[in-house]
């Protein structure tokens, strides 16, 4: 039988205490999930999110559908548990934080974790049909993008089944932008005013991956620049956050001068790591210049054995840099020594990145022994790590695919990795989309055209309506047309395109291709970083 019940966070009805049921081990640790991940989708919300985790979790059982013949059913039976009420739980916790009402047309089913992805769930045909059965007030089920397919085979044609990436997107569709973000622009008091920014600032200076969709953080960042009246060092700690958010979700932004006198006042790891960013915003965006970006990097830079852990993300960044301004050579040369680096300060989970660029431009160079030797770095890292990357990081995993494919062509392991990188389950949009372009071109090396064709088809037409997965899989797809259809005056329209969507890096190639007589489009298809 599948169950429907009333998740009530108002306090407990004696009256009903007797058909009431808790919620156990596995559905409390998802209730626990969307404590954390709800403030990194809205930073609207001041109020503590520690009172959500003791909350009471009860529900009373409304109604049930048998799926087979039964003797006996009492819904007061059911057991409660389980990862799959995460969204749900996500839209009542917003409701109750942000006092808005979730509309009585809208349900959800999909798995939430502590940063925000949303992935499948079991059993989500019944789920339909028994939403459909027993709750005909409801019109939009969201649901995973990996549950879409399944869950639309089960809809009987009344239900608008959404998939969902993520937690933001979800409650961007539900609540709507402003919602999230409405008690932004009348915060009045100073510290706490202070507190924000500080906290974006921190936020941005951290691991990319500690949040999954950066635009409330961008939105925050910007509404805070915009809204309250910010000087000095303040000011600069919101610009900072807003252009790397931007840089994060779409490889845009402008970071603001970092002056001699905000240096002074960091300590040196901060510094070093803000630096970094500047260098990391320099490759992607254009912002800082070429040249203001070098200039950080000589005052900045320690190597070898005087090199610390700022050091080395400094040296990372700066490969990159040094790709698409024209030197992949002494890229990879500076990608390897940070990876080694990184090793030798036995922090194997730091090289990653640094990892990426080393195996991208192996393959890029047809560099096959600079690739082995990546190989060899990344089975150093796997043994520190006790997992393997390749499986697990999914930078990695596409890298490792790319290069392999450029140097030993469409071979079952590299289609493999690829297929494995689909945009569902919450990746960033660059990597599923970049994963697509790559699983076409070896479908079209192999001879096998309708499996391309099915790839090109999910780049033109993404699952999910989303601004910034729209923007990558089109990048992508223009990669693949300067790839397989090489035409002059096309190629002059797909660069102008692109360059248009992606002006810091394309610009880079662009420039790099002129100066050193090389072709274009080719040039910009083998150097463009994903």
């Known amino acids: 039988m599948t169950s429907l019940w009333c998740l009530d966070l108002g306090g407990i009805d004696p009256a009903n205490v007797e058909s009431g049921r808790e919620f156990v081990q596995k559905a409390r640790e998802a209730w626990n999930r969307c404590v954390d991940a709800l403030p990194r989708s ?18 009373f059982f409304l109604d049930a559908r048998a799926d087979r013949q039964i003797e006996q059913f009492s819904g007061a039976l059911g057991v409660l548990d389980g990862p799959s009420f995460g969204l749900s739980f996500a839209l009542a916790m917003a409701s109750r934080m942000l006092g808005v009402v979730v509309p009585e047309s809208v349900a959800a089913t999909g798995a939430v974790d502590a940063l925000g992805r949303v992935s499948e769930v079991g059993q989500i045909a019944r789920k339909v049909r028994a939403i459909q ?16 397919k399944e869950a639309q085979a089960a809809n009987a044609g009344r239900l608008d089944i959404q998939p969902v990436d993520t937690l933001y997107q979800l409650l961007v569709k539900v609540f709507g932008e402003g919602t999230l973000e409405r008690d932004f622009a009348g915060t009045t008091d100073p510290m706490r005013r202070k507190t924000v920014v500080e906290a974006l600032f921190r936020l941005a200076l951290g691991d990319r991956r500690a949040v999954v969709d950066w635009s409330p953080v961008e939105r925050a960042a910007v509404s805070a620049v915009t809204h309250w009246d910010l000087h000095g060092f303040l000011r600069f700690q919101a610009e900072t ?17 970092f002056l001699s006198e905000w240096q002074a006042r960091l300590p040196v790891s901060v510094r070093l790591d803000l630096v970094a960013q500047h260098v990391q915003q320099a490759a992607d965006t254009g912002t800082p210049g070429l040249r203001a970006a070098e200039e950080l990097v000589t005052a900045n830079l320690a190597r070898g054995k005087d090199a610390f852990p700022g050091h080395l993300r400094i040296l990372g960044s700066w490969s990159r840099l040094l790709w698409v301004t024209g030197r992949p050579a002494d890229a990879l040369e500076r990608a390897r020594e940070a990876v080694e680096g990184w090793l030798e300060c036995m922090q194997a989970a730091q090289a990653d990145r640094p990892l990426c660029v080393w195996m991208r431009l192996a393959g890029a160079l047809g560099d096959v022994a600079s690739m082995a030797a990546a190989e060899k770095a990344l089975d150093a890292i796997n043994r520190d790590l006790g997992t393997r990357q390749e499986s697990t990081n999914e930078f990695v995993r596409l890298a490792w695919a790319i290069a392999r494919f450029q140097l030993d062509g469409p071979i079952d392991s590299v289609l493999e990795a690829f297929a494995g990188l689909s945009p569902e389950g919450g990746r960033p949009n660059h990597v599923s989309c970049s994963a697509m372009r790559w699983l076409a071109l070896a479908h079209h090396r192999r001879g096998s055209g309708d499996l391309a064709a099915e790839m090109l088809a999910r780049l033109d037409q993404p699952l999910i309506d989303d601004e910034s997965l729209a923007r990558s899989a089109r990048i992508n797809r223009l990669l693949v047309d300067l790839e397989l259809c090489p035409d002059q005056s096309r190629d002059g329209e797909h660069i102008r395109e692109l360059k248009d969507l992606e002006p810091g890096v394309v610009g880079h190639l662009l420039r790099s291709a002129v100066s050193t007589g090389k072709e274009p489009g080719p040039y910009i298809v083998r150097f463009y970083p994903y």
């Open 241 to 257: 956050a807003a252009a790397i958010a931007a840089r994060h979700e779409r490889n845009g932004g402008i970071m603001p001068p």
């Open 42 to 59: 809205i930073f609207a919300l001041w109020s503590s999110m520690d009172s959500m985790r003791g909350l009471p979790l009860r529900a």
């Open 133 to 148: 059965e027993l709750a005909p007030r409801v019109r939009t089920l969201f649901v995973a993008s990996d549950d879409l």
